[in-house]
């Protein structure tokens, strides 16, 4: 048995119980989830050789309940644009990037995923990033380079490409 500061006892597993029922609320009272089906899908087709696509983009729903696809595409500069723009300094966001390496002999992809907390993003919004980014990564499992940026010149290609090289 458990015996609280109270001073009365009762079952270890009525305290289980309750706090199992506590994280159960928090993730209710937090409400983010992801588009698992569509984030999935994007994810496949970065990863395919034979599909042009290079990037996913995931942002949040404007009522920030979601985090869903924003965009596929094929050339990164259009990632780079969004998060450069003037709602981009708001923005969170999630990308997942193919990159390849090697020469002509032996040409290989990297993945990165990259996390951008836009400058001008609350701090209590800054802080929930880091547990809500653990439920895209149940989706996008794998990748060798984990970037976390707020500064545009930290997710350019080049420097994505050499921090995939280290």
Known sequence: TFTPWS???????YYNEYKSYLSHLHTMVRGVTVDEEGVKAA????RDDN?????????????NTSIRVEKTGADY????????????????AYCF?????GDEMS???KFA??????????PLKK?????????????????????QASDIEDVTLDKIASRILE
């Open 113 to 122: 995923l990259i996390t951008w907390i836009g400058p001008d993003v609350p």
């Open 51 to 63: 599909d042009d696509t290079t990037y996913a983009l995931l942002t949040y729903s404007e009522d």
């Open 43 to 46: 994810y496949e087709k970065v």
């Open 107 to 109: 040409v290989r992809s």
């Open 7 to 13: 001073g009365g006892s009762f079952k270890l597993s």
């Open 77 to 92: 500069s259009e990632v780079v644009e969004v998060l450069n723009n003037e709602s981009g300094s708001g923005l969170r």
């Open 127 to 147: 802080a929930k990033v880091s547990t809500e980014k653990g439920l895209v990564k149940k989706v996008v499992e794998n990748f060798s380079c984990e970037i």
């Open 97 to 101: 990037l193919r990159v390849t390496t």
